[in-house]
């Protein structure tokens, strides 16, 4: 008996749940590929930009007047756990894009410390992508991405980008810093869409 025995298996209700190839984790991994910023929220700002009819820029205030929904669902990372019930409350990117009018049908995800990646609006619309700045009712902590992330839980996880800034609409897909190294364009975990190829 070894403890990954145990952190390899879900209860048998569970299984369903798990994307193929995944094993259930119970912390929360911090990954990070390189320091974390820290932004303080007086200088802290979000744009959506680019391929746009209006580029709209919100202050952390206006950001929190935004509508907000509170999310709780199953994340997949890449390197192979998955998290059931993780908790968040943020604004969904459908609320962020409200009036802005695409000429693409794509967006690359910036952040500061200049981390991105790439994903169709598609994948960003339709209910399926939030920036949130709580998670499991306080404050994002910073190296989960606080002040405010993206959470795109229907995809691996490197999509959800922490530290995000901005969201840049553009005409062509763009791979990101990930996709660039040879992982997935989109990253369906269902799918194990790993590595570009897949
Ligand atoms: N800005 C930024 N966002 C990022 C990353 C990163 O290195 N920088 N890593 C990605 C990867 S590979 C994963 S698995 C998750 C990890 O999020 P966590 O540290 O909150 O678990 O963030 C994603 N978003
Ligand atoms: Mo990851």
């Keep these: ?3 990954g025995f145990f952190r390899r298996h879900a209860e048998p209700a569970d299984e369903g749940r798990l994307p193929p190839g995944q094993y259930l984790e119970r912390g929360f991994p911090v990954l990070s590929a390189g ?5 303080p929220t007086e200088r802290w700002d979000f744009a959506v930009y680019g391929a746009v009819g209006g580029e709209r820029r919100w202050t952390w205030d206006e950001f929190h007047a935004l509508p907000r929904e509170s999310i709780t669902k199953d994340i997949h990372c890449v390197t192979s756990w998955t998290k059931f019930d993780t908790a968040w409350e943020g604004v969904s990117v459908d609320a ?8 693409g049908g794509f967006a690359v995800a910036e952040c500061d410390g200049g981390y ?3 994903l169709a ?3 960003l619309t339709g209910g399926k992508a939030w920036v949130v700045d709580t998670y499991d009712g306080k404050p994002l902590p910073p190296e989960h991405g606080g002040p405010a992330r993206l959470l795109v839980p229907h995809l691996y996880f490197w999509k959800s980008a ?3 800034r901005r969201i840049r ?3 062509h897909d763009e791979p990101g810093f990930w ?3 040879g992982y997935h364009d989109r990253g369906d975990p269902w799918r194990e869409q790993r590595y570009a190829g897949d």
Aim: proline share 10%.
């Design 96 to 103: 962020l894009l409200d009036g802005i009018h695409p000429q």
């Design 1 to 3: 008996m070894t403890r």
């Design 116 to 118: 991105t990646t790439n």
């Design 35 to 39: 320091p974390t910023p820290r932004v």
């Design 162 to 164: 922490k530290w995000v």
């Design 121 to 123: 609006l598609d994948d």
């Design 179 to 181: 996709e660039t190294l």
């Design 169 to 171: 609409i553009t005409e």
